[in-house]
Nanobody
């Protein structure tokens, strides 16, 4: 199992930007597909973005498409989420997820599979 630690959350005004990072332990990071999810108070955890093992394939929730960018650095065992043009509705705890690359396509519809970080709070003020 891979262990994940998120960082980079905070308070930002609407229209601003934040960059989240997720550091993974272990020497097999490049065998994992990675994803970002978020959970707002009173709501279910929802898919935000995913990236396959090589970074050659990415996918996004419609609500963040064109504003968020997911990337990874396999040499540094990290995955990042660049968030631009933030909106108050982006406020949530953001979680990093790792699952075997064979399950990459499940990231967009399954919020229970794989390893999870502890989450980082993102708050967007209006």
């Amino acid at each position: 199992q891979v262990q994940l630690v998120e960082s980079g959350g905070g308070l930002v005004q609407a229209g601003g930007s934040l960059r989240l990072s997720c550091a993974a332990s272990g020497r097999t990071f490049s065998s994992y597909a990675m994803g970002w999810f978020r959970q707002a108070p009173g709501k279910e955890r929802e898919f935000v973005a995913a990236i396959n093992w090589s970074g050659g394939s990415t996918s996004y929730a419609d609500s963040v498409k064109g504003r968020f960018t997911i990337s990874r650095d396999n040499a540094k065992n990290t995955v990042s989420l660049q968030m631009n043009s933030l909106k108050p509705e982006d406020t949530a705890v953001y979680y990093c997820n790792a699952r075997p690359n064979s399950l990459y396509y499940s990231i967009s519809y399954s919020n229970v599979v794989g390893s999870w970080g502890q989450g980082t709070q993102v708050t967007v003020s209006s």
